[in-house]
Nanobody
Framework: QVQLVESGGGLVQAGGSLRLSCAAS????????MGWFRQAPGKEREFVAA????????YYTDSVKGRFTISRDNAKNTVYLQMNSLKPEDTAVYYC????????????????WGQGTQVTVSS
């Protein structure tokens, strides 16, 4: 079992940056593919980015390509989401999730979730 705790959210002006972190418990973190999702009020949870267990596979939704970077440090049991050039439409609660499967775009593909961290981008 994996427990996930996100941090790093906050209030930032448009054009600014934030780095989210997701710390995982357990000795098997390196076996999991990791993803970041977000959910804005009144909207469904949507895929943002994912990284394979090795760190070699990186995947992004189109709206964040070139602005967000996902990475992981298996020695620290942590996955990161560097968010640059933030826009008001990036405002949401951001969740990290862990999966042993190869599918990565749907929330249903993930087995474990963090509690989320709020990101608010003001215009």
């Amino acid at each position: 079992q994996v427990q996930l705790v996100e941090s790093g959210g906050g209030l930032v002006q448009a054009g600014g940056s934030l780095r989210l972190s997701c710390a995982a418990s357990g000795r098997t973190f390196g076996s999991y593919n990791m993803g970041w999702f977000r959910q804005a009020p009144g909207k469904e949870r949507e895929f943002v980015a994912a990284v394979s267990w090795s760190g070699n596979g990186l995947y992004y939704t189109d709206s964040v390509k070139g602005r967000f970077t996902i990475s992981r440090d298996n020695a620290k049991n942590t996955v990161y989401l560097q968010m640059n050039s933030l826009k008001p439409e990036d405002t949401a609660v951001y969740y990290c999730a862990a999966s042993l499967g190869i599918r990565r775009l749907s929330p249903d593909d993930y087995d474990y979730w963090g509690q989320g961290t709020q990101v608010t981008v003001s215009s």
